[in-house]
């Protein structure tokens, strides 16, 4: 069983900042990569960023510059550091994450969601 829980949601003025958590714990072998997806009402999950176990970063281009992704392998734990932020960041964030269990199992997992929201 592996859960991921996710914090550092809310409510930020234009070119503000926040910085989501998520921690994957459970009966994790592996933790292959984590990330970040978003989704507004009416449309799909889109990918924000992505981190993989060793390193490797790739991010959408419309936060390109704006947004940071890290991660702490030791706590399973992936982060999102969101500058500069716009009104057309206003989402609701997912955690995402490709995890081997310690039963040989490999599946994605995903977070309950946080809201982010942009306004004057």
């Known amino acids: 069983q592996v859960q991921l829980v996710e914090s550092g949601g809310g409510l930020v003025q234009p070119g503000g900042s926040l910085r989501l958590s998520c921690a994957a714990s459970?009966?994790?072998?592996?933790?292959?990569?984590m990330g970040w997806y978003r989704q507004a009402p009416g449309k799909e999950r889109e990918l924000v960023a992505r981190i993989t176990l060793s390193g490797r970063t790739n991010y959408a281009d419309s936060v390109k510059g704006r947004f940071t992704i890290s991660r702490d392998n030791a706590k399973n734990t992936v982060y999102l550091q969101m500058d500069s932020l716009k009104f057309e960041d206003t989402d609701v964030y997912y955690c995402?994450?490709?995890?081997?269990?310690?039963?040989?199992?490999?599946?994605?997992?995903w977070g309950q969601g946080t809201q982010v929201t942009v306004s004057s």
């Open positions: 459970g009966s994790i072998f592996s933790n292959y990569a």
């Open positions: 995402n994450a490709d995890i081997s269990t310690n039963s040989g199992r490999r599946s994605t997992y």
